[in-house]
């Protein structure tokens, strides 16, 4: 009896209860990963809502819709702030609403099919005893000891690159249907390869799910008899004044960044253009004669990569490659700010179908479209609510937790000019007039700038100017 009252007691014991968070049902209607706990949350979503954005619960603003926005963004190599190679760089950019993600992969000698940039390790991954590879040298077990690098601070992490396997099934757990995947093919595969390639795409993502891009003709014209309908892009070498300005950049890094200073003569040519198969001369297929017979190798639903210099020395591309069903993409070897600049410069009409951008799909909707402006339906109630509302819409969300900080003084952090006043003036020196002493040989006496410390959270620093 003793026993089964003791029994009894057992059974009777509570379950732990397992704390639950109840979504708001104003913010029921927010993406899963939608930030709804905190001060003032559906205030600050709701005015955020307004401009068609969220706070996702990693503190990213990011876009509700990107439909407004008529190209395809692409996500270059993934995420831009995650490191290449990962899981995070793939699911990331899913999450930010990329309409697409571009991922390398290449062969190693075993016939693994690796997500991998370069040619070989030392600049995104590390092996363990800091030996350079040559990834068509290695194996899937040496692959495995690799490390992925930190972008911001090059520290190697406890993480190692993935193979093309595990990139697929990533992006197949993490996709919307829209969303598809650019696999770039960086290693020169013969024809059972490239089989073994579509077959894992299939079984993982689908037909339709994905698409091939290559600066090799023939490894598409094998894709083309591989898979009759999926999309081929041909990339098109580097503009050679893009090659030779990226080159200039990579010389004045090695001089201040320890890291390309200790590697430099192993730094690979053209940042993209690690094979040789990249360095081969410059040749131009933008012309109606170039495209017709590309299209003719590569089939109707294929496409041609374009530098954005290239793109914008040949303007007409894009309405010669319609008349042949063909697409255009551009992407740029001088950095996405050089890329956005030049989109700029187009109308909406001239655009290309399609760009490969290290940026955020907010900052190019919002650049060439205007994606996020307020609809001024909803009266924010916060301080915090108001100041969003009152952004110009040139605000970079991007910066948004950053930008916060001057919310006091009525300052924002605008896309393209640095910091900005709200009222529409732009941040403007002082200029300090207070006389320098000079000491009695002519030499002047080193005198501090005056701080003004009553400006709320944010200190203003303002530096003399050299308009004199």
Excluded at 10 to 29: G, M, R
Excluded at 154 to 181: C, D, H, W
Excluded at 405 to 421: H, T
């Amino acid at each position: 009896m003793t026993s089964l009252l003791i029994l009894s007691g057992c059974k009777s014991t509570p379950e732990p209860i397992t704390p639950t968070y109840i979504v708001p049902a104003a913010l029921a209607h927010l993406p899963v990963d939608a930030a709804t706990q905190g001060l003032d949350i559906i205030d600050i979503q709701l005015t955020l809502g307004d401009r068609n954005l969220y706070l996702a619960a990693n503190g990213n603003i990011k876009m509700l819709s990107t439909a407004q926005c008529a190209l395809d963004i692409s996500a270059h190599r993934g995420d831009f702030r995650q490191p290449e190679s990962s899981y995070n760089a793939i699911a990331s950019a899913l999450n930010d609403n990329f309409n697409s993600v571009e991922i390398d992969v290449m062969l190693l000698k075993d016939g693994t099919w690796v997500n991998h940039h370069d040619s070989q390790t030392g600049r995104a991954t590390v092996h363990y005893t800091g030996e350079r590879y040559k990834l068509e040298r290695m194996n899937r077990k040496e692959f495995g000891q690799l490390k992925l690098r930190d972008k911001d601070t090059n520290a190697l992490l406890n993480e190692r690159p993935i193979t093309a396997a595990e990139a697929f099934k990533v992006f197949a757990g993490y996709r919307m249907p829209s969303q598809k995947l650019n696999v770039e093919i960086k290693s020169d595969a013969n024809g059972q390869e490239l089989v073994e390639l579509d077959n894992m795409l299939k079984k993982y993502i689908g037909n339709g799910g994905f698409y091939y891009s290559a600066a090799d003709q023939d490894i598409l014209y094998k894709l083309r008899g591989i898979n009759p309908y999926v999309y081929l892009g041909f990339v098109q070498g580097g503009h050679p004044t893009s090659v030779e300005k990226l080159t200039a950049d990579m010389r004045k890094g090695v001089n201040s960044d320890a890291y390309y200073l200790e590697n430099q003569n192993n730094i690979e040519f053209a940042g993209r253009y690690g094979t040789k198969r990249y360095r081969s001369r410059y040749k131009d297929y933008t012309s109606s004669d170039a495209l017709a017979k590309l299209q003719r190798k590569l089939g109707s639903h294929s496409g041609i990569h374009l530098d954005i210099r290239s793109f914008m020395q040949n303007r007409s591309v894009k309405s010669r490659a319609e008349r042949l069903d063909m697409k255009v993409y551009t992407y740029s070897l001088n950095g996405t700010d050089y890329h956005q600049s030049q989109l700029l410069k187009l109308n909406k009409k001239s655009l290309p179908h399609g760009v490969i951008v290290d940026e955020t799909p907010y900052k190019i909707c919002q650049r060439l479209f205007n994606a996020a402006l307020p609809a001024k339906r909803y009266q924010p109630l916060s301080n915090v609510g108001r100041y969003i509302a009152s952004l110009p819409q040139d605000a970079n969300f991007d910066r948004f937790e950053e930008m916060l900080g001057y919310q006091q003084e009525g300052y924002y952090l605008s896309l393209a000019s640095g910091l900005k006043s709200i009222k529409g003036n732009q941040a403007k020196q002082a200029v300090n007039n207070t006389p320098t002493p000079l000491l009695e040989h002519g030499f002047p006496t080193i005198t501090d700038e005056k701080i003004d410390t009553q400006t709320g959270d944010t200190i203003i620093l303002t530096l003399p100017s050299n308009s004199k």
